[in-house]
């Protein structure tokens, strides 16, 4: 999804650009804070939790949104693990 994008398509999905989007999930990958899991890779966990967060949208919501999910437990479960680790650190 963000690989195919432009800075303008990026921008109204995760209110982000590219390059910062990558240098962030690069970052979550270093820290060991997000991992990729059941089909779900950082990138999309990330992008996920920021399309909630920018978007002031509900977790179902966000299951419409990535399709290729298995459920929407699965991109709750992404998203509230990503709200836990950010206030911890």
């Known amino acids: 999804m963000i690989y195919h994008s432009t800075d303008i398509e990026c921008i109204s999905m995760i209110r982000m650009k590219r390059a910062p989007f990558f240098e962030l999930v ?3 990958r270093e820290r060991s804070l997000v991992t990729d899991r059941d089909g779900v890779s950082v990138e999309e966990q990330v992008a996920m939790f920021l399309h909630v967060v920018g978007h002031n949208q509900r977790f179902r919501v966000v299951h ?3 399709r290729r999910l298995k459920g929407p437990n699965m991109a709750r479960g992404g998203v509230n ?4 680790k950010l206030q911890i650190n």
């Open 64 to 66: 419409y949104s990535f």
């Open 81 to 84: 693990s990503l709200f836990k």
């Open 26 to 28: 690069k970052m979550f």
